[in-house]
T-cell receptor
Framework: KQEVTQIPAALSVPEGENLVLNCSFT??????LQWFRQDPGKGLTSLLL?????REQTSGRLNASLDKSSGRSTLYIAASQPGDSATYLC?????????????FGKGTHLIIQP | NAGVTQTPKFQVLKTGQSMTLQCAQD?????MSWYRQDPGMGLRLIHY???????DQGEVPNGYNVSRSTTEDFPLRLLSAAPSQTSVYFC???????????????FGSGTRLTVV
């Protein structure tokens, strides 16, 4: 059974810092890995999707990497801003059989201090 | 606005009552799914559908029922509500690329359900 782990569970940093969120998964048979953002009381917003054949994806100040063989992904946030405060979720889509759908980590709760 | 619409946003049920959570999407996505989000557990897949008339179970299907009569709608039915079903429920839609997984995940804003 696929398991997704996110470290750290919570992070608080001053505005302007660069930071890295980590995600690991146990089964490398995946189609893709996604990073989502969730604001309190809201739904999920897709930030970046990395296909299993790709190494990284970038969108603005966000960069996500994928090392499928080691079961790891990182989300790099450059020049953090208070508006980046949210919970960040990592999810993988399995390709090795079983139920379709995404397997999520428990998230990293990020606070950017003004 | 295009996207996934969930109703209601909040609901309180008594143990044993039944209800239906509604989910509709207007992006012509063939794939739809329901997740529940509990503190300390992350999001878990309840049921999913790869197209009209086709549904299947996810990780935590017990106590829930789904049907998919149209591409747009994917309601989730609680048959006899239990306190353990207190949770936030999210509906999502996406499209598939043959042999490459599903893409374009769009989530609704959620239904916060309390069973007393």
């Amino acid at each position: 059974k696929q398991e997704v782990t996110q470290i750290p569970a919570a992070l608080s940093v001053p505005e302007g810092e660069n930071l890295v969120l980590n995600c690991s998964f146990t089964d490398s048979a995946i189609y893709n890995l996604q990073w989502f953002r969730q604001d309190p009381g809201k739904g999920l917003t897709s930030l970046l999707l990395i296909q299993s054949s790709q190494r990284e994806q970038t969108s603005g100040r966000l960069n996500a990497s994928l090392d499928k063989s080691s079961g790891r992904s990182t989300l790099y946030i450059a020049a953090s801003q208070p508006g980046d405060s949210a919970t960040y979720l990592c999810a993988v889509e399995n390709s090795g059989g079983g139920a379709d759908g995404l397997t999520f980590g428990k998230g990293t709760h990020l606070i950017i201090q003004p | 606005n295009a996207g996934v619409t969930q109703t209601p946003k909040f609901q309180v049920l008594k143990t044993g009552q039944s209800m239906t959570l509604q989910c509709a999407q207007d992006m012509n996505h063939e794939y739809m799914s329901w997740y529940r989000q509990d503190p300390g557990m992350g999001l878990r897949l309840i049921h999913y559908s790869v197209g009209a008339g086709i549904t299947d179970q996810g990780e935590v299907p017990n106590g829930y029922n789904v049907s998919r009569s149209t591409t747009e709608d994917f309601p989730l039915r609680l048959l006899s509500a239990a306190p353990s079903q207190t949770s936030v429920y999210f509906c999502a839609s996406s499209y598939s690329k043959s042999g490459q997984g599903t893409y374009g995940y769009t989530f609704g804003s959620g239904t916060r359900l309390t069973v007393v």
